[in-house]
Structure formats: C-alpha cells, structure tokens
C-alpha cells in the first residue's frame, strides 16, 4: 500500500541513495531525482528522473502532475537553490517537504581553530593571504573567486570528475594549477600524502559534514596547515528538518500513515 504514496527524493547525495534503499524496503516506491551535473553519477536504488525542473514553478508543476504526496529534500548542505525551490513548491503544490541536513563538522574538535568564512569571494582572499600553495576541495562550482585571487600559484584542486570549471564559472583551469580527480572516501594516511606531496600549506573546505571527506581535516592539523572553512548556507524557513536517514524514513512512515498522503493510482 504504501507503494501508492508517492515520494520525491531531491538526492545527489549518500544520504538521498540511502532514503531511496530504505523507502524502498518499507514498501514505498520512491522517485529519486539527480540534477544531471555529473556524468557518471552514483545511482540510487528505484525510480530515477534527472535533470532541473524549472524552478521553483517548474517543480510546483511537476510535483501536481506526479501526484506527489511528500518531498525528502535530501540535496548537499551547499545545493541550497534546490532546497528553497523545495520549499517554495512544496508549499504551492501542499505537498510536505522534509529537509535532511546532516549534521556539519562545527562540533569537530579542531573546528575553533579553523578560518570561518561566508561565500567563496572571502575564502579565496583569506586561503590568499594564509598560503601560496592551497588544496580546494570545494567541488567545481565557486571557482571565479579562486581564479581572481590564486590564478598565478601552484593550487591542488580536487573535484569528482574530469572537465572544465562549468556554469558561471565556465573556463581553462589556470596554467598552474593542478587538478587532481577522485571521489571520497578518503582515508587519514592518503591525505597527508597528499598535503605534503604538495607542499600544501592552506586548506579550503566546505562545511560538508559525514565522515567521507573528514580525514582531510585532521590531516591538516597533524601538518600544521590552516584551514578555511565555508560556512554552510542558511536552510529554507519553515521546513522541518532531520539530521540522518532513519528520521527521514520515520517521518515519511508517519505521512504515509496520513490518509490525506495516500492516492490509489
Ligand atoms: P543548486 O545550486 O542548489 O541547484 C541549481 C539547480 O540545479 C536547481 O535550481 C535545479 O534546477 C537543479 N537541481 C539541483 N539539485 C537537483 C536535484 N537533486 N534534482 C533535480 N534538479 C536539481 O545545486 P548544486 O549545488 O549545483 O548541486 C547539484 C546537485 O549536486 C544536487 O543534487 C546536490 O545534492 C549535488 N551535490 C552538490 C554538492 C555541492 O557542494 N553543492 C556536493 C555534492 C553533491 P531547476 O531550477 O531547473 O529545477
């Protein structure tokens, strides 16, 4: 029955590959969407669609024609575009959205000593004035900022694909940078390889949180190199939100409980 409450699971994150396996085992047969970003992305389990909506009107729209009954807005802590389109349709449509927000490294242990910092443009002028040899490992979107501050030095950048920097921030990688392609996880001994391989003397991070990408931080302390630290865009008001997957999956089971959630089709 509960196949018949249909559920929109906004991924491109663990956490949205791990919703969509555990709706399917509760007997839901949720709709995973993917932005069609990356070219060869991790697949959840079940039903896939890819690629934007539209904005926010364009999501309204497709959530009616779906017949969608609830939304597990399970993006990256820094897609927080889709997360207020999320929001907005969500409330158009009346269709509930949950947000998954896992929790972000603020309670590591090192974390005070860390350069907090909003928005690329300052992280790039900060990581500018703490080192001339920076790893960023802040994915391939933001870059304008680190190519008009650190075009000329010797920058590591690791992102999960090959390609070109891509949207606003289109363009070569400058001469002197290095750009090194892999996906975590990543463990302790191979990033402190990798900082002092490169002589690496700043850390840029996004606050993503989990513990795929955490190793990076410790490494950074064990080698004395100071991290900037983006701080994490402000979440939509108004939407509850949960910090793991198994409060996802409780609350979609509580919808789904819902007569009003349910649909025969
Ligand atoms: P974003 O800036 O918040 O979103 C830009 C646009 O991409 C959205 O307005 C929407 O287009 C489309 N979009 C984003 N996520 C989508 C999804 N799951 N399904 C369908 N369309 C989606 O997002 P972003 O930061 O570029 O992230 C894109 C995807 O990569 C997300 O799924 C996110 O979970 C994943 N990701 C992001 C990061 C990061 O650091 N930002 C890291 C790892 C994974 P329309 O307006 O046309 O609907």
Avoid at 258 to 263: A, K, T, V
């Amino acid at each position: 029955m509960l196949a018949d409450v249909e559920v929109l699971v906004l991924g491109g994150t663990r956490e949205g590959r791990l919703v969509a396996q555990r709706l399917l085992a509760a007997g839901f047969d949720p709709i995973s969407s993917l932005a069609g970003a990356t070219a060869a992305p991790r697949l959840p389990a079940g039903r896939i669609r890819i690629g934007g909506f539209g904005g926010a009107d364009g999501l309204t729209r497709w959530l009616r024609s779906n017949n969608i009954r609830m939304v597990v807005d399970a993006t990256h802590p820094y897609a927080a575009q889709m997360s207020e389109h999320a929001a907005a349709a969500g409330q158009a449509a009346g269709v509930p959205v949950l947000r998954l927000d896992r929790p972000g490294w603020t309670d590591h242990p090192d974390a005070a000593t860390w350069h907090w910092v909003d928005g690329h443009e300052v992280a790039a002028a900060t990581s500018a004035r703490r080192g001339s040899r920076p790893f960023l490992t802040i994915g391939r979107t933001g870059l304008a900022a680190y190519r008009r501050h650190l075009a000329a030095h010797p920058v590591l950048v690791r992102v999960a694909e090959p390609g070109v920097p891509a949207g606003d921030d289109a363009g070569e990688w400058p001469a002197p940078w290095r750009v090194l392609v892999a996906r975590g996880p990543f463990d302790l001994e191979s990033e402190r390889r990798l900082l002092a391989g490169g002589a690496i003397d700043v850390l840029v991070s996004k606050d993503a949180g989990g513990r795929a990408t955490a190793a990076k931080l410790d490494a950074a302390r064990l080698a004395g190199v100071p991290v900037v630290m983006l701080r994490r865009p402000p979440t939509p008001a108004g939407v509850p939100t949960v910090p793991g997957v198994a409060e996802a999956l409780s609350w979609c089971l509580g919808q789904g409980r819902d007569p009003r959630r349910r649909r025969s089709r």
